[in-house]
């Protein structure tokens, strides 16, 4: 029963910052990383920051400088700082956390679990 909430998504001017946050609720055996991805029309989805457990952080080329990925272990909660945004960041934004969760009397097989989607669009 593991489900997760993107909130924070908006419209904002070129320039402008916005900040999403992630909640995820259920009884969790592990959590290996919590991250954001995005997928823009007519575009993959791509990885854009994830943030492990052992508290390594990585970014896409795209967003390294203008975003910063935070976690809350303890809350399960992941936000993304987005400053300097641009045109090129509008996209639906993807809540993702990679773990286990407990089935039954035992923990699940690792997988990746993913939010609704948040739409975030960068426009004047």
């Known amino acids: 029963q593991v489900q997760l909430v993107e909130s924070g998504g908006g419209l904002v001017q070129p320039g402008g910052s916005l900040r999403l946050s992630c909640a995820a609720s259920g009884s969790f055996f592990s959590i290996n990383a919590m991250g954001w991805y995005r997928q823009a029309p007519g575009k993959q989805r791509e990885l854009v920051a994830v943030?492990?457990?052992?508290?390594?952080?990585n970014y896409a080329d795209s967003v390294k400088g203008r975003f910063t990925i935070s976690r809350d272990n303890a809350k399960t909660t992941v936000d993304l700082q987005m400053n300097s945004l641009k045109p090129e960041d509008t996209a639906v934004y993807y809540c993702?956390?990679?773990?286990?969760?407990?089935?039954?009397?035992?923990?699940?097989?690792?997988?990746?679990?993913w939010g609704q989607g948040t739409q975030v669009t960068v426009s004047s």
């Open positions: 943030a492990t457990s052992e508290g390594s952080t």
């Open positions: 993702n956390l990679e773990g286990a969760s407990w089935g039954g009397f035992s923990p699940t097989r690792r997988r990746a679990y």
